[in-house]
């Protein structure tokens, strides 16, 4: 027989202001020309996207955390 693993209980508060911290409260606007807005159409149909805005917002935020981690603050 196997052990018994032991369940570790979490507080709903702590539950509840995780998923609270989660939810999109800002909104965004972009504009594109019609070649962007072709090549999004292109890649979206290419690769089975159904949603734009999961493709825009990992691809920002790839960019902004990749930049992000090559630019560490300095002290001085």
Known sequence: MGKKKAKTRIEPDFLRREKDS???????????N???MAAVA??????????KSVLFRQAIMEKVLKGLESNPPTLF
């Open 42 to 51: 292109e890649y979206c149909s290419r690769f089975r996207i159904n949603t």
């Open 22 to 32: 989660l939810i999109r409260k800002n909104r965004q606007v972009i504009y594109l």
């Open 34 to 36: 019609d070649k962007e």
